[in-house]
């Protein structure tokens, strides 16, 4: 294991070994396997984690979280999935990607440790977690944000102790692995509560958050939740910048930010509410908020709302679920009439809701799928959907589908956007840096 090459394919040759749907139907094998293999590794929580679950938003509230720890002065850890541009991003410190040569180093005591104890029953994320907390761990972090793959209480990443668990926005996803109803899906997000910990919640529908409360008073655990004991107020919301203010009793912080859309006014709080709950005990803390507030002024996440072109404008976005294209339209048709959307979504997603959004799109629809070997995705059986629809065409081959797009909007000054899996945001990203 030479370079960061046969690094990936070593961890990328368990794909499919296990059946990950199994993993998280009262099945702890996940958590445990990644347990057993740091334990050898002489791994020890050392430092503070905020454990951070959802549907929607967990992500940028993991990586805003991390930035204002990182302003506070603390070594900061995050740990995300999936990866935009390269793996590494997955696994970092102030922001700086795990290098290649800790990233390999790694791999190869994890392959020691796997044939020698006759290990092949293992995951590809269970690997990167493993990665992730020993990196953190050996590099003597202050903090680590850390992001659950899929769920949350038999999520291998919930071997951790966490100060603060943070639970996004809930909504349908996974719901062959975590539950076809929003109770069951809440059981699964919620079970990242600690005992004697603190919980910060997205505003959820009824169901979520009488599950959450539930959860939260077993577990002796403070819970607050957005919009009942801090808020946002939007103040503008532009293609440019997002700016609100937020509220909690007689406190106001004013935010600006490059993160756009008014959705992130909403992990932005929650990263910010969490922040002030980590910082609570230090006398300087005022100054530390508004670092804190600085430090996103200027901060970007790929693919969120992410302008990769201007005039004619090209956004792309991961959004992958109904309710997050909801909400990435709603701030889209703010700012254009029209647009030109390139939809390509993972098969396994619920693709029907969200083709049901589209279809009442005022847009250009392009529909394709991901490049990606992660799942076989057909995007011709997508395209069923948009038939009898004026203005969509199928494109099977994703980097075509680009190449159409990007001629369109050239040609008719349109404003375009890429849609449907942070998977084929990836494949963007990596077909125009």
């Known amino acids: 294991m030479n370079n960061i090459n046969e690094a990936l394919n070593y961890i990328y040759s368990f794909m499919g070994k296990k ?31 905020i454990h951070i679950t959802g549907t929607k938003g967990k992500g940028s509230t993991t990586l805003v979280l991390s930035n204002m720890l990182k302003s506070a002065g603390y070594k900061t850890a995050s740990f995300v999935s999936p990866h935009i541009i390269n793996v590494r991003e997955r696994i970092a410190i102030n922001n700086e990607w795990i290098s290649e040569k800790d990233f390999i180093d790694i791999t190869k005591k994890i392959k020691n440790i796997l044939d020698e104890n006759e290990i092949c029953d293992i995951t590809v994320f269970e690997i990167f977690t493993i990665i992730g907390l020993y990196y953190f761990y050996i590099q003597n972090v202050d903090y680590a944000c850390i992001e659950v793959g899929i769920g949350g209480k038999l999520d291998c990443t919930n071997i951790v102790d966490s100060s603060i668990s943070v639970i996004t926005s809930i909504s349908y996803d996974h719901t062959e692995i975590l539950g076809n109803t929003i109770e069951e899906i809440t059981e699964q997000k919620a079970g990242i509560i600690k005992e004697n910990s603190i919980v910060v919640s997205a505003y959820q529908e009824k169901e979520s958050i009488s599950i959450i409360e539930k959860i939260a008073k077993e577990k002796n655990s403070k819970l607050y939740i957005f919009k009942k004991d801090f808020n946002a107020e939007i103040i503008s919301n532009t293609n440019k910048i997002l700016e609100f203010n937020y509220i909690e009793k007689n406190e106001n912080y ?9 959705h992130q006014s909403e992990n932005i709080s929650l990263a910010f509410k969490s922040f002030k709950l980590l910082m609570n005990n230090l006398n300087d803390n005022e100054k530390l908020f508004y670092n804190a507030i600085d430090s996103i002024k200027n901060f970007n996440i790929n693919a969120r709302l992410t302008f990769v072109q201007r005039n004619p404008d090209i956004i792309i976005d991961g959004a992958h679920n109904s309710k997050s294209l909801l909400r990435i339209l709603k701030t889209i048709y703010e700012w254009y009439d029209y647009l030109i959307i390139l939809f390509a979504p993972l098969s396994e997603k619920d693709i029907k809701s969200m083709s049901e959004i589209l279809k009442d799109a005022n847009a250009f629809i392009i529909v394709s799928s991901p490049n990606t070997n992660y799942k076989e995705n057909d995007s011709y ?38 849609i449907g899996s942070l998977y084929s945001a990836s494949d963007y990203f990596n077909l125009n840096v």
């Open 381 to 418: 059986k997508t395209y069923q959907y948009f038939k009898g629809r004026e203005n969509a065409i199928h494109i099977e081959d994703f980097n075509e589908a680009v190449k159409y797009m990007q001629k369109l909007s050239k040609e008719k000054n349109i404003p375009s956007l890429v």
């Open 254 to 262: 004013n935010f600006k930010t490059a993160l756009l859309g008014e």
């Open 19 to 49: 059946n990950s749907k199994n993993l998280h139907k009262n099945n702890f094998n996940h958590i445990n396997n990644v347990k057993e293999i740091l334990n050898i590794l002489e791994y020890k929580q050392t430092f503070k984690i």
